[in-house]
C-alpha cells in the first residue's frame, strides 16, 4: 500500500524533539487589560456598547474552550454514534427557551411592546430547502457560522476561506433577500408559539420536543456505542 | 512487532483528521501505535472521543501551540 493510498506519511514524530513552548502569560495580561480598556472606552461611546462587547468575547471563550459545535451536534451521531455535543446544544436550547420566555413575558405582562419579534420568521418550504444546503455547507467547510468565526480567531487558516465565502454569500443573501421574500417568504405563516398555546403552554411545547429529541439522542448514542 | 505509525493531518479541518484515523486503524495490527498530528482543535475533541469508545488506548500530546499528537494504541 502506497502512502498515498493510506494518507500515511512519514513525518517523524514532533514529540520526540519537544520544542520548548513560549510563555503565553504577558500576551494574555496584556490581552485581558485592552479588553477592559476598550470596554470602558465603550461605556462612554453608547449605551449598552460595553455589554455586547464583553458578552460577545465571553460567548468566543465558551465557544472555543468548550468546543461547542452545532456541526459537530449534527454531524456526529451519523458519523461516530458520538451524541454528547448534540445533547449540549439541546440543553443550551432548552436554556435559551427558558430565557427568552421569561423576557418577552416580562414585556407583555407590563403591557409593553415585545422586543425581538420580528425574528419570528415565518415558516415555509424556504426555510426547509435553506436548511438543508446550509447542513451541507456546514459540514463540508467543517463549522457554521460561529465555529468558522471562532477557528479563524483560533489561527485555523483553512477556515479562514470559509469565513471569506460565508462573507460573500451573506453579502449576496441579505442584496437579494428583498426578492426572496416578495416571492416565496412573505405569504408562509408566521407561528409564535405563546400566541397560540398562551405563554406556559408555549414554553411547555418547545421544551417537550428538546426533552423528545434529548431522549431519541441519548438511546441514538448508546446504541451506537454497544454496537461498536 | 508492533509497530508505530504516523497520520499527518495538519491542516485538515473536521471531520477529516476522524476519518483519516479510521481508515489507517483499520490497517494497523493489534498492538500497534498510531500517531496523529493535528492542529485543529475540534479534532482534538472528536478523534480522542472515538478512539476511546471503540476501546483503543489514547494518549495526547500538545507537541507546540495549537499542535498535538495523539497516540492510539490499537487494541
Known amino acids: 500500500m502506497s502512502a498515498e493510498t493510506t494518507g500515511i506519511t512519514s513525518r517523524p ?10 510563555n503565553q502569560l504577558p500576551v494574555a495580561f496584556a490581552l485581558l487589560l485592552a479588553v477592559v480598556g476598550v ?30 459545535c452545532f456541526t459537530a451536534c449534527l454531524r456526529d451521531p451519523y458519523l461516530t454514534g458520538s451524541t454528547s455535543v448534540t445533547k449540549a446544544v439541546l440543553i443550551a436550547f432548552a436554556v435559551t427557551s427558558i430565557g427568552f420566555t421569561a423576557i418577552k413575558y416580562g414585556f407583555a405582562a407590563q ?3 415585545i422586543p425581538g419579534q420580528s425574528y419570528v ?17 456546514m459540514v463540508i467547510a467543517g463549522g457554521c457560522a460561529s465555529g468558522t468565526l471562532m477557528r479563524v480567531g483560533e489561527g485555523f487558516w483553512m ?20 426578492w426572496w421574500e416578495r416571492n416565496f417568504i412573505v405569504s408562509a405563516p408566521r407561528i409564535f408559539l405563546p400566541d397560540v398555546f398562551g405563554w406556559l403552554g408555549g414554553l411547555l ?13 441519548h438511546k441514538w448514542g448508546k446504541r451506537k456505542t454497544q454496537e461498536l | 512487532m508492533a509497530k508505530e505509525v504516523t497520520l499527518d493531518c495538519m ?10 484515523t479510521e481508515k489507517a486503524l483499520e490497517k494497523l495490527e493489534k498492538g500497534d501505535v498510531l500517531v496523529v498530528q493535528i492542529d485543529h482543535s475540534c479534532a482534538m475533541k472528536n478523534v480522542p472521543e472515538w ?20 497516540f492510539i494504541e490499537k487494541v
Request: glycine share 10%; net charge positive; charged share 15%.
Open chain 1, 111 to 113: 403591557g409593553l411592546p
Open chain 1, 39 to 68: 470596554a470602558i472606552w465603550l461605556t462612554f461611546v453608547g449605551d449598552n456598547l460595553a455589554l455586547f462587547w464583553i458578552t460577545g468575547i465571553a460567548f468566543g471563550i465558551i465557544l472555543q474552550r468548550s468546543r461547542f
Open chain 1, 13 to 22: 514524530s514532533q514529540a520526540r524533539r519537544k520544542k520548548k513552548k513560549k
Open chain 2, 51 to 70: 478512539a476511546r469508545k471503540q476501546g483503543h488506548n489514547v494518549e495526547i500530546e500538545e507537541v507546540d501551540d495549537g499542535e498535538w499528537e495523539l
Open chain 1, 205 to 217: 411545547c418547545n421544551l417537550a420536543i428538546i426533552a423528545v429529541v434529548y431522549w431519541i439522542a
Open chain 2, 11 to 20: 491542516g485538515e479541518a473536521c471531520p477529516v483528521p476522524l476519518i483519516k
Open chain 1, 159 to 178: 477556515q479562514a476561506l470559509a469565513l471569506f465565502f460565508f462573507v460573500v454569500g451573506s453579502l449576496l443573501g441579505a442584496h437579494n433577500y428583498g
Open chain 1, 121 to 137: 420568521a415565518p415558516i415555509s418550504a424556504a426555510t426547509a430547502i435553506g436548511a438543508f444546503m446550509f447542513g451541507i455547507g
